[in-house]
């Protein structure tokens, strides 16, 4: 009898004369215990449910496919990026902000613009006037981003700005502030989000329709693989498909599937899949069913891999790693009792910590009411610190890897994404996907389905639907911005305007405009020059709403 059937009796008896006897006499408290996402979990797992040669599946640490981290030694050697997501306000209040949280042990920046950044409006536009500030900070010039970063070394620290209809414009302003103090754009190092896909599907702070704008974000990698080489020139969001509902297995599938489409729309314009493969990064949400979650990301790792080297031949392992920020469930805040979220917001960073994340946002546990404090935000910093030196968690590289139950599971979400990654390549790639509303159909399914068993109380909600206080109303501090700098902003602006070159400003955006009537043309070079010329992030968006128009969404039902 060899091991595997020896083992094999030995779960049988077990499970005949110990376990369900057991259970006869004590019942457990569900018929059924189910993931987050619905996969369904044994009771116990064995090398029975370990499937596959090792070296194939796992391998080692910075060694194809990956799955046990993109590093040889992960965090012994330095930690993930301490790169808290902040902004609001005018752009004196964001900087004051990101000075306290790097005082406090942040380690990177994350920029949060307000609404009418990202739809590319200024902040004088009829429909941005009550949204200026309110939801990150207020950037419509690059003396604004120079405001932004006053006193922060641009050469040293790395930033990561959320953008992305009007990331040109942004990245833009950036490399015009570093340049402004004679940093060359050759020594920038940070992310801009730029990936559009996802806005279609779960986000919708897109402006233009899906060609124009998939052209837009590919001119972005193209320009920085070129010529800003340390910058990473999208990071492709599985968050945001994650907090509209998914699942696990619909944001490993949907994410993968985004970047196929960039990878091969990047090909199509000549360049080499080892020239630009190496600069993108992903952006996941970790969620607080931890063994879950560090299942998803480690199949998201080997998933990739195999997709850059079997479908893209890629040669570099550094175009086969896949490198990733994340954020912790926004969505899993509660406003009940919203103290109890540090301790949520403490399993998912965990959760990402255990999985191998390179960068790591904690939402801070006011944030299901408002923008965070500044307690709040700097308690964050101190949950991932306290991981990061007192769990142990960073000591030891992949220490779940070989978990009989977490094996499993990564090779089932893995079976189950490839799944819905092959009916989108079915369907002509996710670009036609899109157009088609097959994802965003499969995300309002799965919202659905876990509202639902929310809601029913098989998925566990402790102050919702479990443990719920009816006076926890009022006992927390509410964070306000100011409405004094929507004014401050507008001065701003005015004073912008009167005093740049009227005709560089024009000739600029009249390049822009032909340049972007030429689909062969890359736009950022125009771009960087109108914003050099004084153009605000609202005048160039103007001016390819002429050029291309705006999108409107149909109806999917």
């Known amino acids: ?61 910075g060694q194809y496919p990956f799955t046990r981290g993109i590093y040889p030694n992960m965090y012994r050697g330095r930690i993930w990026t301490i790169r808290q997501y902040a902004g609001y306000g005018s752009a004196e209040d964001t900087n004051e902000r990101f000075k306290k949280l790097l005082a406090a042990g942040q380690t990177g920046l994350s920029i949060a613009f307000d609404l009418p950044t990202q739809l590319g409006l200024d902040p004088d536009h009829p429909l941005a006037y009550t949204e200026v500030g309110v939801v990150g ?35 833009s302003s950036y490399v015009v502030t570093a340049l402004s103090r004679g940093i060359p754009m050759n020594v920038l190092d940070g992310t801009v989000q730029n990936d559009i896909l996802k806005e279609y599907i779960a986000r919708k702070n897109f402006i233009y329709p899906p060609e124009p704008s998939m052209r837009y974000t590919i001119d972005i990698i193209e320009y920085a693989a070129k010529n800003i080489p340390k910058w990473y020139s999208i990071s492709i969001s599985g968050y945001h498909i994650r907090e509209a509902g ?106 990402a910590v255990l999985g191998g994340t390179q960068s790591l946002h904690v939402n801070s546990y006011d944030e299901a009411l408002a923008l965070p404090s500044e307690k709040a935000a700097k308690i964050a910093v101190r949950v991932q610190q306290i991981i990061a030196y007192e769990s142990g968690a960073a000591d030891v590289v992949d220490p779940l890897g070989g978990s009989y139950y977490i094996e499993w599971l990564t090779d089932e979400i893995e079976e189950r994404a490839w799944k819905v ?92 405009r032909k340049a972007a009537e030429n689909e062969k043309e890359n736009l950022f070079p125009y771009v960087l020059e109108a914003v050099k010329a004084g153009a605000t992030v609202g005048e160039i968006s103007g001016v390819l709403r002429e050029v291309w128009g705006e999108y409107k969404e149909p109806i999917i039902f």
């Open 421 to 512: 990654i092959e009916r989108i390549e079915s369907m002509g790639g996710m670009m036609k996907a899109i157009e088609a509303g097959y994802p965003q159909a499969q995300i309002a399914e799965s919202s659905y389905r876990i509202q639902k068993r929310i809601e029913e109380g098989d998925l566990a909600k402790v102050g919702v639907n479990m443990f719920y206080e009816p006076d926890w109303i009022g006992t927390t501090e509410i964070f306000r911005v100011n409405p004094a700098v929507r004014e401050r902003v507008l001065q701003r602006l005015k004073k912008y305007r009167s005093e740049r070159d009227e005709m560089k400003w024009r000739d600029s955006l009249n390049a822009l």
């Open 246 to 351: 998914a699942d696990a297995v619909l944001e490993v599938a949907f994410t993968l599937a985004d970047g196929i489409e960039y990878v091969r729309k990047t090909m199509e314009r000549g360049i080499p899949v080892d020239e630009f493969a190496p600069k993108l990064s992903f952006f996941f949400a970790g969620y607080t069913n931890i063994f879950e979650e560090v299942a998803k990301f480690r199949a998201a790792r080997r998933m990739w891999a195999k997709i850059m080297k079997d479908w893209f031949g890629a040669k570099k392992p550094e175009s086969m790693m896949l490198r990733f920020h994340t954020q912790t469930g926004g969505a899993e805040l509660t406003a009940q009792q919203p103290e109890i979220n540090i301790i949520r917001t403490t399993l998912q960073a965990l959760a």
């Open 137 to 171: 900070v207020s950037m419509f010039h690059w003396k604004e981003m120079d405001i932004i970063m006053n006193s922060i070394p641009m050469d040293k620290v790395t930033t990561s700005m959320t953008i992305n209809a009007s990331a040109m414009e942004v990245l």
């Open 1 to 61: 009898m060899d091991v595997d059937e020896r083992i094999k009796e030995q779960v049988q008896q077990w499970e005949e004369k110990i376990y369900k006897a057991w259970v006869s006499k004590r019942p457990e408290r569900k018929q059924r215990f189910l993931t987050y996402s619905g996969i369904e979990s044994k009771a116990l797992y064995t090398p029975l449910d370990v499937k596959g040669r090792y070296d194939e599946k796992l391998g080692f640490p």
